[in-house]
Structure formats: C-alpha cells, structure tokens
C-alpha cells in the first residue's frame, strides 16, 4: 500500500521536469553555442562556475549509503561518524592547495592519463581496467541498488523493479548531456537535497520532543537527546577492555577513537578526494583560482552534512531506546540500524513525505549520473581512443561515450535486478567500503610519492598497488590467526561472529606505511629524478587571500567542532 498522498506525488513530479527541463535548457544552449567537443562532454572545461562544482561535488558524494548507511551508524554509534565528513572538510583543504594545481599544470584530465604521464603506459592500463570494473561493479550498482530499496520502502514496497528504471533513466536524461549539464542539475539536486534533508531533522527533533512530552519543539528535541544519550555524541570511542561488552566492541572496530586519526581516516579521504575520476573530473576543466574555490566550498559544505545524515540515526536511536519505533526498527522481528531513517520518514506530514522523496532521489540521480560520466570518461578516452580507434573524431569520442553511459546503465541494472552481487546480503555501506578500501593504500601511496617524489619510478608504482591490496587483504582477513591477537602493530578484538579482527582503519593504515616503505626502497634503486616527474615550483600553491580565509574559516570550524564533541 502506498504511502503516499496525491501531494507528495505532486511535488515530486515536479522536482523531476524542473531537474530534466533545466538540463535540457542547458544542453539546448550549449548546442546552440556549437560546443560539442569530446573535453567539454566529459570536463564541461572551462563553463562550470566555482558553486557549479562545489555543489556538484557534494550532490555525487551524497548518496543512498549516506542517507541510510550514515544515518544507520548514527544509531548504532552516534555523532563519531562525523569525522568521515568533517575529516573530508580539512582533505578537501588539501586537495585544492596541493592535488589540483599539479593536475591542472600538466593538462591532466582523468586518472589514468596521470599514472601514464607520470609512470607508464602499463601502470595507466592497469589502473582505468580497474577502475572501470570498480564503478561499474560495485559503485554504480550498488547505488543503484540501495536507492531502490531506500525509496520502495518509502513507499511501502512492491515497486522495487520499477524504481530501478525509474531512476537509471531518469540518470540517463542528465548524464547524456555531458559533465556540463550534470555539473548544472547538481546545483538542484544539492538544494533539494538539503531543504529535504533539514525538513526530515526537524521532524526527528520534534519526534523526540514529541515522545517525550515536551511539545513540537526541535530545539528541546535537540536537548533532550543529549541528555537522554550523551554517549552519542562523543567523537573519541575509548578502547574496549576484557570487560567491555561486543555492541562498545563493534563500535571500536568501526571507528577506532584518536586511532583511526593516524591511519585510515585521511587516507579513506584524500583518496577519495584526490585520486578519484568521480570527484576530481568536475575540477580538472576549470581554471586554478575557479576550481580551488569550487572544492573549498564543497568542504565548507560537508561541515553540516551529519546534520543531514546523521542526526535523524541518532532520533532514531533516541526514540527507539525509550520505547518507541519498535515496528520500524525491527520488521519481522530481526533488527536493523539501517532502518533509522526509513523509520523518521515515515512519520513525515503529507507533501513533506514528497520532499524527502525528491532529496533522496536527487542524491541518487546525481551520483548515478557522475559515476557514469566518469565510467564514459575512462573508457572513451584512456581505452577506446588509445587503444581501439586512435584516429576518433571528436564527434565520435562523444558518441562512443554516450554509448558507454548506456552500457554501464544496462549492465548495473542487470546486477541489481536480482541482487546478483549479494548487495542486500552484506549491507550496501559495508559492500562499497570492502571493495574499495582494501586497494586505497596501494593508490594513494602511487599518486602522493608521484606528485611529490621526483624519484618514483614506475615499477615501484605497480609494485605498490599490488602490496597495498595484499596487505590490506592480509591485515583484514589473516593477521590475528597468523601473528596472535596483540602485536606491537595492532590490538585484534573479537568480533562477536566467532572470529577476531583489526579495525579497518588501523589495517589501512599498516597496508598504507608498508606500502610507501616498499615504493621508497624500490626508487632508491632508480635515477635520482625520473625522466618523468613533475616539475613543481612554490608557486603553483600559493593561494588568494579569499582563498586562504575560507580555508581558515573552515579550519576553525572543524575545531570548534571537535572542541565541542571530543
């Protein structure tokens, strides 16, 4: 049975032709305007403003596994899922005043193209084969597949299939038209996505103050959760002892306290942030000053992000402990975390309910729509045009992209239509993470020594990539069993499923130590500057002084909110 009014469909509806009718404006006038080269389909080079990329940065990196899985690890472990985006906020920081201008002096315009300036052909093969089989395989579908279950239970099931097609076509209608027209849409999507998501806070504050008996009041919701769990908001998770029951056990192995700070957090985040064609693409057609500001803001954007995802988990969390949700949270008797925010949306007010629906379906749509512009991108460019048809058009490049756009969408659809990747089995934050966490190590050590070592060599590259993923395979899956439960390396904690394990983030941090050790030794054997390095001058990272304030604002703001939490 739906539940839904004639309302909520009416907003939502509208969110759609106003998202579709101002990307078709777009491609209209930019058509109009006789651009149709291969660079701007995929870069949208040089037409995206400084809020057009920060706002699409953000509308790609939000997505079903924030709304749901974020909101999930609220409830479970509370306002310490923060640091993955305030962490986010200082990489970003980062990024711009040290990643971009390397990327932007050497005319770099996707992920492959870098490995190959900077190490080999064979490196850059290696790599876009990867990524290809990574987006496709895990990130588009799993998108994909997390959104269609988030919005069928929205609206209370049954419509699983027709959501799939729904929103992969609706992906289509934008990507087709190429990074500018994504880049943007973006800019809706985001206001959507906040207004949306502010509206379901507010309603979860008011829920809290509502079951408690304090009135339709946000603000005593607000104090009434931290009273009634003040072990939700503390960012800093204390080591567990022989004593401490698995739930504070599992809450260590997700985020390890101070200690996930010196290992696997910045790494996660800077390449992510760095070293990815998903994020990176909506900067490397923009000039210097245009994309700096563009990523500083998307940082300054991702400080209030877990308002968005994360607080409703903790209302949830709230509620649930004093009596209420039981239903929501515990469908057939088996619980579930990831339920939280389903749980808060169904309480939502007619025509509220349609607004949450078209913010969720915008954070779906647009990173759907920018992973499959980056699957285009590596595929024409690193792949079809280098290897398959070296004489290509620019006309053709931008057919054969919108013909790898199509693909990739059928495929994932394929993937997701009977959960063959077993999504559903693992929970869609855990699969994401799996996948791409275990070869993190091994990337970022290969981009930040290649940027910034002029005496990498390219066989110290590959050797990289392989150890950072055996490592990070063997600090995950066999290092408790192999070398005991307490090393000087690490702590292993029972994981209440019969076995013994790491946290993630200190095996990601070993894998990544390991790694940049073995790729130093190996270029001690080489030339002492390879033929192929970067040439870096002090002035490629100095910064504006409007630049320079967003970042210190930002900085402050970060540790005003640690301050706040710790």
């Not at 103050?209 to 339709?216: A, N, P, R």
């Not at 130093?520 to 040439?535: D, Q, R, T, W, Y």
């Amino acid at each position: 049975m739906s539940k839904f009014a004639t309302i909520d469909y009416v907003i939502f509806i509208i969110y759609f032709f106003v998202v579709a009718g101002y990307g078709y404006w777009i491609y209209k006038k930019k058509k109009g305007e006789g651009v149709s080269d291969s660079k701007d389909f995929f870069l949208a080079e040089g037409s995206l403003t400084w809020w057009a990329i920060g706002a699409s940065l953000i509308a790609s990196n939000i997505s079903a596994e924030q709304f749901i899985g974020m909101s999930g690890n609220g409830f479970f472990v509370g306002v310490a899922v923060a640091a993955y985006e305030w962490v986010a906020a200082i990489a970003l920081i980062i990024v711009a005043v040290w990643f971009i201008p390397v990327y932007l002096k050497n005319k770099i315009f996707t992920m492959p193209q870098f490995l190959e300036t900077r190490y080999n052909e064979s490196v850059s093969l290696i790599m876009a084969i990867f990524w290809l089989f990574l987006y496709v395989f895990v990130n588009l579908t799993s998108i994909l597949y997390l959104g269609a279950i988030a919005i069928d239970n929205m609206a209370g099931g049954g419509n699983f299939h027709l959501i799939i097609i729904v929103m992969a076509i609706f992906a289509l209608i934008i990507t087709l038209g190429g990074m500018k027209v994504i880049g943007f849409t973006d800019v809706i999507q985001v206001v959507v996505l906040v207004i949306g998501g502010l509206a379901t806070t507010y309603i979860a504050l008011t829920l809290v103050s509502d079951h408690f008996g304090l009135g339709h009041d946000a603000l005593a919701g607000w104090n009434k959760m931290m009273e009634a769990a003040p072990d939700h908001f503390k960012m800093m998770i204390d080591k567990p002892t022989v004593n401490s029951p698995q739930s504070e056990i599992n809450k260590y192995l997700m985020l390890p306290g101070i200690a996930m700070y010196f290992a696997g957090q910045w790494i996660v985040n800077l390449n992510y942030w760095g070293c990815n064609q998903y994020i990176t693409q909506r900067a490397l057609g923009a000039d210097l000053k245009t994309a700096r500001t563009g990523i500083l803001f998307a940082g300054f954007m991702k400080l209030a992000m877990p308002i968005i995802v994360m607080l409703p988990g903790i209302a949830a969390y709230v509620i649930y402990q004093n009596g209420g949700l039981q239903a929501e949270m515990a469908p057939g008797g088996h619980f579930n975390a990831d339920n939280a925010y389903s749980a808060i949306l169904g309480f939502l007010p007619t025509g509220m309910k349609g607004l949450s629906l078209a913010a969720l379906t915008a954070a779906i749509v647009a990173s759907l729509a920018g992973k499959a512009n980056s699957i285009s991108t590596i595929y024409t460019l690193d792949i079809h045009k280098k290897y398959i048809d070296k004489t290509a058009g620019e006309k053709k490049l931008v057919n054969i992209g919108r013909i790898a756009i199509v693909a990739a969408m059928i495929l994932s659809i394929g993937l997701t239509w009977n959960d063959l990747l077993g999504i559903g089995g693992e929970g869609g934050f855990t699969f994401i993470q799996k996948y791409t966490g275990f070869i993190s190590p091994g990337v970022f050590a290969m981009f930040f020594l290649g940027m910034f070592w002029k005496r990498t060599t390219g066989a110290a590259a590959i050797a990289g990539v392989i150890t950072g993923f055996a490592l990070s395979v063997l600090f995950n899956n066999y290092a408790p069993e192999l070398f005991g439960h307490e090393t000087w390396l690490y702590t292993a904690f029972p994981n209440g499923k019969g076995g013994w394990e790491i946290p993630f983030h200190i095996c990601m941090g070993w894998a990544f130590f390991f790694t940049m050790l073995l790729m130093i030794v190996m270029s001690l054997f080489g030339p002492k500057v390879n033929p192929k390095a970067f040439e870096l001058d002090k002035s490629m990272f100095k910064v504006a002084p409007s630049t320079l304030a967003l970042i210190v604002v930002t900085l402050l703001l970060v540790v005003a909110l640690y301050a706040r939490f710790w």
